[in-house]
């Protein structure tokens, strides 16, 4: 009753009834799949309980499953990229919209979204191959000289497999997609309040400053949903985190994250009465994880964009 007596024309009413099936479809994509991930873990949650989200035990051989490390070693991992992508989005942005000229942008911005279609296993070898040497040479430089703070209290395995470089890497995958949110910020801020930035005396590192803390709610959405991104990879983060159960704050060993558990086990989990469940499991986990972290984005977008119709 509240749309339909606005649908006056025809053309209004062609619109509205070739767009709204479109979204109960994938609405309804979108709880199929979490019906899906809930039904297949009834198994593994009937055995044991919410324990398989909060204990730390991987024994097939048992028919006992615990998912903190996975889970933990997602989150890990997404807040390194985070503390990675966060300076690297907020300055690729700037840089686009204050330093570099008009005639070089729409390469760089080529470049940028090139880096986010770039499949991820290619950054996965990339990191095995380069990023993980270098990682082992600088958590050793860490554990040595800052060994005493619980981020580096363990030596670095030789391969520099370990979560610190998953999560450089992740941080370096997910720039592009935070840079993109920021930048279309940014370029969306009305033009007096840059004017107005630069009548009362700012230099154009103080506008800038100003200019950031206008659009602070598209920032942390932009953040967020790379977030979001690293948290949810698989193939890359397979490759380099060293697949290990440690549930751990020392960035400089192994890990494993929900996505790179599945990855590793699914293939052999019908040889054993609960693995295929569990795994599962951690999806359900996953998909939670993903679903918060999105709304929170998304109340942030809200949030900037209800400021910028008020100014």
Same mark, same amino acid.
């Given at each position: 009753?509240?749309?339909?007596?606005r649908?006056?024309?025809?053309?209004?009413?062609? $619109? $509205?009834f070739?767009?709204?099936?479109?979204?109960?479809?994938?609405?309804?994509?979108?709880?199929?799949?979490?019906?899906?991930? *809930?039904i297949?873990?009834?198994?593994v949650?009937? &055995?044991?309980g919410l324990?398989? *989200?909060?204990?730390?035990?991987?024994?097939? =051989?048992?028919?006992?499953?615990?998912?903190?490390?996975a889970i *933990?070693?997602?989150?890990?991992t997404g807040l390194?990229?985070?503390l990675?992508?966060?300076?690297?989005a907020?300055s690729?942005a700037?840089?686009?919209?204050?330093?570099?000229p +008009?005639?070089l942008?729409?390469v760089v911005?080529?470049?940028?979204d090139?880096? @986010?279609?770039?499949?991820?296993?290619?950054?996965?070898?990339?990191?095995?191959?380069?990023?993980a040497?270098?990682?082992?040479?600088?958590?050793?430089?860490?554990?040595?000289?800052?060994?005493?703070?619980?981020?580096?209290?363990?030596?670095?395995?030789?391969?520099g497999y370990?979560i610190?470089t998953?999560?450089?890497?992740?941080?370096?995958m997910?720039?592009p997609?935070?840079?993109?949110?920021?930048?279309?910020?940014?370029?969306?801020?009305?033009r007096?309040?840059?004017e107005?930035?630069f009548s009362?005396? @700012?230099?154009r590192?103080?506008?800038? +400053?100003?200019?950031?803390?206008?659009?602070k709610?598209?920032i942390?959405s932009?953040?967020?949903?790379?977030?979001?991104?690293?948290v949810?990879?698989?193939?890359?983060?397979t490759?380099?985190?060293?697949n290990?159960?440690?549930?751990?704050l020392s960035?400089?060993?192994?890990?494993?994250?929900?996505?790179?558990?599945?990855?590793s086990?699914?293939? =052999?989990s019908?040889?054993?009465?609960?693995?295929?469940?569990a795994? $599962?499991?951690?999806?359900l986990?996953?998909? *939670?994880?993903g679903?918060a972290?999105?709304i929170?984005?998304?109340?942030?977008?809200?949030?900037?964009?209800?400021?910028?119709? &008020?100014a």
């Amino acid at each position: 009753m509240g749309l339909m007596p606005r649908l006056r024309s025809r053309d209004d009413r062609v $619109f $509205f009834f070739l767009h709204v099936p479109t979204t109960i479809v994938v609405l309804g994509i979108l709880l199929a799949m979490l019906t899906v991930l *809930f039904i297949y873990s009834l198994p593994v949650l009937r &055995h044991e309980g919410l324990r398989v *989200f909060i204990d730390n035990a991987w024994k097939p =051989n048992e028919e006992y499953y615990g998912l903190a490390a996975a889970i *933990f070693g997602s989150v890990y991992t997404g807040l390194i990229a985070l503390l990675v992508s966060a300076p690297l989005a907020i300055s690729l942005a700037v840089a686009l919209e204050e330093l570099v000229p +008009r005639r070089l942008r729409g390469v760089v911005e080529t470049l940028s979204d090139l880096m @986010a279609a770039t499949p991820t296993i290619i950054y996965g070898l990339w990191a095995m191959v380069y990023l993980a040497p270098l990682m082992y040479r600088a958590l050793e430089v860490l554990h040595r000289y800052l060994g005493w703070l619980p981020f580096f209290s363990q030596p670095p395995t030789p391969t520099g497999y370990s979560i610190a470089t998953a999560g450089v890497m992740l941080g370096i995958m997910s720039t592009p997609y935070a840079a993109a949110v920021i930048r279309e910020a940014y370029a969306m801020i009305p033009r007096d309040l840059r004017e107005a930035a630069f009548s009362i005396g @700012a230099t154009r590192w103080e506008a800038v +400053r100003i200019l950031l803390g206008v659009i602070k709610p598209s920032i942390l959405s932009g953040l967020a949903l790379a977030f979001a991104r690293a948290v949810g990879e698989t193939v890359a983060v397979t490759l380099v985190i060293g697949n290990a159960f440690n549930l751990t704050l020392s960035v400089t060993v192994p890990g494993i994250t929900v996505s790179s558990l599945i990855a590793s086990q699914f293939a =052999n989990s019908g040889l054993y009465r609960y693995m295929q469940s569990a795994l $599962f499991a951690g999806g359900l986990a996953l998909f *939670f994880i993903g679903l918060a972290v999105n709304i929170v984005a998304v109340w942030f977008m809200r949030k900037w964009e209800e400021e910028i119709g &008020h100014a």
